[in-house]
Structure formats: C-alpha cells, structure tokens
C-alpha cells in the first residue's frame, strides 16, 4: 500500500466521525460518510481497511454492530456500482475495489477449500496452513474452530477422542443419553468433558487451557488431575513439569482469538507477535528491544496478515515492515 493510502487510514481510523459511522452509533455520520464512500469509490479499500481495524481494536465485540454496517457498506457499494454501470473501465476498477475490500471475509472461505483433509481406515484428519482458520462440526454434532498451522486428528468412526496440535476452540455437544464423554488430547494432559466450550492451545511446548461454560477434568502427564469451573485458565508443561492455574480477570496475562478477532489482555509485545509466528509461519524481528515488553490489551482481526500488520500498528504505534518472510518492528 502507498504512502498516500496508509496516511488516509490513519486520518479515518483517528477521525472521531468516522468511529462513530464505523460503529454505526450516529445518523449523522453514518449519511455522511456514506455518502463520502460514494463521492469517492477509489477509496473503498482505505475506508473497508481502516472500518476493520476500528472494530478490531474494540475489546468489549457486544458494542459493535458488525453485520448492520456490513449491509451499510453493501447498499453504499450498490449504489457506486449503479452509478457505474454505463462506464466499463470503472465498472472494473470498482469491482476490482470490491474484491480486495472484502478480501479478508472471502479469506476465511478460501483457507476452507485450501484446509488439508485426509481420511483413511486409520482415522481422519484435519489440517489448515500457515494463516488458515477452519470451521469444522464432527460427526458427533461437536463444533471445532481450527486456528492456522493446526492439526486435529482422530480415529475413524469415533470423533470424540481428539489428538490436538496447535490451537483450536471446542463446543461440544452433549450426548445425555448414553453421557458419552469426549477426549482431547495434547503432548502435555489429556481434557475430558461430556459438554461443554473451551479454548486449547499447545504452543510454545506447553498445553494452555481456557473454560468458557460447562466444567472440565484435566489429566495431566505428572499423573496429577484438575477440576476447572468457568473462567478458569490452566497451565501446563511436561517438558518441565510447570503447573499454573488461574482465573482470567482484567490482571491475568492472556489471549484468545475467534469469531476472526484475536483478543488479548494484558500480554506483551513480544508474546503478541510471538503467537502471530504460529499461525503466520513468519518471524518477528524487533530492531527497538524496549518494545518487546510493551503491555497490550484489545484485538485485532486475525484473518489476513496485512490487515492484522495495520491495526498493530495503530496499537502500538510501532512501525512493522514484511521483508519476505519476516516482520521488522522498530519505533517510527
């Protein structure tokens, strides 16, 4: 992107007017901009960039209307394509626009044709790429989303006993009647459920697990087991035998990604980028080292590394620059 472009973005997304169309909380805004966008269609990519890293860095997701602004922008892009319908060359162009807007949307499909599944007598598995996230249901009716450079496996004709490597959220689906218990598994421990959401991540050679609803018993590899209740976060490393069990509060150091944001509190610089090297496949390279250890708290949209690259940025106020396979962050 030019420097003309990223200097836009940065005006909208500290123009107080434009938060408040992006967030769809005036009237007034929203007319304006909206007709903005229609005065000025060679801009739709700036202002569909900077709209996501807007609603990215809000923490709290219930305060934001994504879908009615999504429609907004759709009526708005209707009316540009109308006005352009006789001219074919800024019919094109436009379309053009319109694609890379939505490029971090059409990401999320994209990476699900790309996601690697094989099935064999032995068992199935699934597999996404660097950057990938998968929405998958098992055949038992469980729901897992898969984050990038992952891989969930289990034997064939049994869905419940997980092998996880990587990151992955589960909602699974409870059996009353036959109180079926479902398995994942990790190098680290073993979580064992009958139904219940929980977030599980197996970066770093440890096994970090997060209980959103429900409860959950954890075998750990030492041989000791622990009982979580909601809100619990549980630490574990067979490697060195560490144990940490806490509740997530807005003191705990911690971060979590779904729903295409990724959520963080209190975690450092160098942690956030440390698990964008996970899911990217791409290394982070601090030139300032006083900045590793800046304290962040918000989210960011997680679907497409440039976005991503653009709204941390506008967190820290770092620059970060994409030398082929390396992320190059100095102050600005």
Known sequence: MDYKNQNLINQLTEDESFIRWAKNSN???????????????????????????????TFNKKSVASEKINDELDKVLAKINSRSASKDKISFKLFNYRNFAIAAILLLFISIGATLF?????????????????????PDGTSVVLNGN????????????????????FKVKSIPATKAKFWVNTNDLQVEVYGTKFHVNTRKKKTKVVLDEGSIHLKLKNGLSKEMVPGD??????????????????DTAYSLWRDGTYTFNNITFKDLMSNLEFSYGIKAEFIDKNLEELKLTGGIPNQNLKICIAAIEKVTGASVTQSNNKLIIKLN
Do not use: M
């Not at 094989?118 to 098992?138: C, M, P, R």
């Not at 992952?150 to 959220?169: C, H, N, W």
């Open 118 to 138: 094989l099935s064999s007598e032995k068992g199935v598995v699934h597999k996404t790429a660097y950057g990938e996230i998968l929405d998958l249901q098992l």
């Open 27 to 57: 009237k007034n805004d929203v007319d304006y901009w909206n007709n903005w966008i229609i005065n000025n269609p060679n801009k739709i990519e700036c202002v569909e960039l900077a709209k996501t890293i807007v609603l990215g860095l």
């Open 150 to 169: 992952s891989q969930i496996s289990y034997p064939k004709g049994d869905s419940r006993i997980i092998t996880l490597v990587g990151e992955a959220y």
């Open 233 to 250: 976060l549980v630490s574990f490393s067979k490697e060195n035998n560490q144990i940490s069990h806490k509740s997530v509060s807005k």
